[in-house]
C-alpha cells in the first residue's frame, strides 16, 4: 500500500509539472529557444471574428519547404490554421504573409522522420498526442 501511495504522489507531482511546463512556460512565456540551437518562428493565426493570436513555434525546413509541428498538449493556434489558413509569418525578423497548408500521408511520414521528437521532450511535454505538422507556403505578390 505504501508504494502504490509513492506511485500515486511521484504521478501527482509529475502530471502537475507538465502542466506547468505547457501551460505557463511554453504556452504564456513562449520562450525564444535560437540560442539552444533551434530555429524558431511566430506564426499569427487569427480566429473566426479575426482576432489575430501570436504564436511562438519551433522551425524546421526540409526540401527547401517551411514546417512546424504540433505536438504539444495545447493546440489552439494549429486548429485556427485549419480553420483560416492565411496566416502571418515572422520569420529571422522579416515578416510575410503565407498559407498554412496540412501534411499528410508520405510527405508527413517524410517531415516527420527528418525531425522525431526526442523522448526527453516528450517526457517534458507528458507525452502528447500524435503529432500534426503544417507546413507554411510562401504568398506570391500579385498572386490571387
Same mark, same amino acid.
Not at 24 to 41: N, R, S, V, W
Not at 69 to 79: E, I
Given at each position: 500500500?505504501?508504494?502504490?501511495?509513492?506511485?500515486?504522489? =511521484?504521478?501527482?507531482?509529475?502530471?502537475? %509539472? =507538465?502542466?506547468?511546463?505547457?501551460?505557463? /512556460?511554453?504556452?504564456?512565456?513562449?520562450?525564444?529557444?535560437?540560442?539552444?540551437? &533551434?530555429?524558431?518562428?511566430?506564426? @499569427? @493565426?487569427?480566429?473566426?471574428?479575426?482576432? *489575430?493570436?501570436?504564436?511562438?513555434? *519551433?522551425? %524546421? =525546413? @526540409?526540401?527547401?519547404?517551411? /514546417?512546424? !509541428?504540433?505536438?504539444?498538449?495545447?493546440?489552439?493556434?494549429?486548429?485556427? $490554421?485549419? +480553420?483560416?489558413?492565411?496566416?502571418?509569418? +515572422?520569420?529571422?525578423?522579416?515578416? $510575410?504573409? /503565407?498559407?498554412? *497548408? *496540412?501534411?499528410?500521408?508520405?510527405? %508527413?511520414?517524410?517531415?516527420?522522420?527528418? /525531425?522525431? &521528437?526526442?523522448?526527453?521532450?516528450?517526457?517534458?511535454?507528458?507525452?502528447?498526442?500524435?503529432?500534426?505538422?503544417?507546413?507554411?507556403?510562401?504568398?506570391?505578390?500579385?498572386? !490571387?
Amino acid at each position: 500500500m505504501r508504494w502504490l501511495k509513492i506511485g500515486a504522489v =511521484v504521478l501527482g507531482v509529475y502530471a502537475a %509539472f =507538465v502542466v506547468v511546463f505547457e501551460t505557463f /512556460y511554453l504556452g504564456m512565456h513562449q520562450p525564444e529557444l535560437e540560442a539552444t540551437g &533551434i530555429p524558431m518562428l511566430v506564426v @499569427t @493565426t487569427t480566429d473566426a471574428t479575426g482576432r *489575430a493570436a501570436p504564436r511562438r513555434l *519551433a522551425r %524546421f =525546413v @526540409t526540401d527547401g519547404k517551411v /514546417y512546424v !509541428s504540433a505536438h504539444h498538449w495545447t493546440r489552439g493556434w494549429y486548429h485556427r $490554421a485549419l +480553420e483560416n489558413p492565411a496566416v502571418v509569418v +515572422e520569420m529571422d525578423g522579416v515578416v $510575410a504573409d /503565407y498559407v498554412a *497548408a *496540412a501534411v499528410a500521408g508520405e510527405e %508527413f511520414e517524410r517531415v516527420a522522420a527528418a /525531425y522525431p &521528437i526526442p523522448f526527453v521532450p516528450r517526457l517534458l511535454m507528458g507525452f502528447p498526442p500524435k503529432r500534426n505538422i503544417l507546413r507554411l507556403d510562401p504568398v506570391t505578390p500579385g498572386a !490571387s
